[in-house]
């Protein structure tokens, strides 16, 4: 307001014909129209917003860059301190750590990070160790005389592996059966969640690849802004993400399929799957919650839309120890669905549980699920009237 009253005072006297006309100041000026006082005075106040902006934007950097020092700062007392705490942190990451306020929850995060380095170191010395052995095999192979040069089949370079499974994908796409995952869950997942995600997906695609009958992925729910997106895109790169063979989209689960085709997988469903069923659409959630366990988000979500659910039939044939993690990762279930697409065995489609899950197959007979009912004595009666009365 300051400043509009000084621009006010500075200004000539204004009429509505710029006719030069003597003032009763001691001073003489000339008259402005009405219409260049207008754009004067917008000319002044939009220099003035702008100078404002940019004092605003100053500081907002300002205390960006402070608010990532006093971040840097704080993980290498940490370090100091002998926390588990990532050697490598890049600008995502440490951004997202600043932005946390909570010290238990960025004492998790800089573990969970530190783990995850250290995973992918170890996968780094496998990778060197393997690249070693092949040099040795192939100086001793070398050796012999004998070697002959031209064999029977040719030696494929990684672009041609690369076209051959892009090849079986994209037939996959075209003729192979639906398998969905619905994004829908970014509320319910924290970043380093979302990171698992992604990782896993990657692994999904993988695992299609390597399936004899591929399934055509979609992603349903899957906004641009979601969280997932962001670390999906970040993880694989733009330009791997653009090249997916995958079918994406923004709207909903019953937009993109009819309801009578659906069919949930949630571990909470008391529906057991009995059998492969090759003409419906089965549905994953993507959902990873590896910080805490959320019982009952996919048998709610598959509830509110009025569709089938169902859950794998772990239980009927692996044994479980008092404390087996049951939680399945999106690359088990996609093996486990792919094997019984390929068998129609459940016990072949079990062995792609890890062993450290669980204590071996169950070596009884047939399970009750596989179109027999539990006999009367096993069910169990909630009604209190009709239980029997013991006497």
């Known amino acids: 307001m300051f400043h509009l009253l000084k621009l006010l005072r500075s200004l000539p006297p204004v009429c509505k014909n710029s006719v030069p006309v003597s003032v009763k100041n001691k001073r003489s000026t000339s008259l402005i129209s009405v219409s260049q006082f207008k754009n004067k005075l917008i000319y002044q106040s939009r220099y003035y917003c702008f100078l404002t902006n940019e004092s605003s934007k100053l500081e907002k950097e300002t205390s960006y860059d402070r608010g990532l020092e006093e971040a840097r700062q704080l993980i290498e007392e940490m370090r100091l301190s002998g926390r588990q705490v990532p050697q490598q942190i890049n600008d995502a990451d440490l951004e997202h750590f600043a932005s946390i306020k909570s010290k238990k929850q960025r004492k998790k995060f800089m573990t969970f990070m530190y783990r995850r380095e250290c995973l992918r170191l170890k996968d780094k010395e496998k990778r060197l160790e393997k690249q070693e052995q092949r040099k040795i095999e192939s100086e001793e192979s070398k050796e012999y005389e ?48 979302a990171i698992s995600l992604s990782m896993q997906m990657s692994y999904v695609i993988h695992e299609n690849k390597k399936a004899k009958e591929s399934f055509h992925i979609h992603f349903v729910n899957h906004l641009e802004s979601s969280l997932s997106h962001k670390e999906l895109v970040r993880t694989t790169t733009k330009d791997v993400y653009n090249k997916m063979m995958v079918t994406m989209s923004s709207q909903s689960l019953l937009e993109t399929f009819p309801k009578e ?90 062995k792609h549980v890890p062993i450290r899950k669980h204590e071996g197959m169950k070596t009884c007979g047939q399970p009750t699920f596989s179109g027999q009912e539990p006999a009367a004595k096993d069910k169990f009666i909630f009604s209190r009237a009709l239980r029997p009365k013991y006497k």
């Not at 494929?156 to 075209?174: H, T, V």
């Not at 044939?317 to 999106?330: P, R």
């Open 146 to 193: 004998t070697l002959i040069e031209n064999r029977l089949f040719l030696k494929m370079n990684p672009k041609r592996i690369l076209e051959s499974d892009n090849w079986k994908l994209s037939q996959g796409m075209k003729f192979g059966q639906n398998v969905v995952f619905d994004f829908c869950y970014d509320q319910y997942m924290q970043r380093r969640d």
């Open 261 to 350: 085709d659906i069919i949930y997988l949630s571990p909470d469903s008391p529906n057991i799957m009995r059998t492969f069923d090759a003409t419906k659409t089965y549905v994953i959630g993507a959902l990873v919650d590896g910080t805490q366990i959320q019982k009952g988000l996919t048998l709610g979500i598959a509830k509110r839309l009025n569709v089938s659910h169902v859950r794998l039939p772990i239980d009927y044939y692996l044994k479980w120890g008092s404390g087996g993690n049951k939680n399945l990762t999106l690359d088990q279930v996609i093996k486990i669905l792919s094997a019984m697409k390929e068998t129609n065995d459940w016990k072949e489609a079990m």
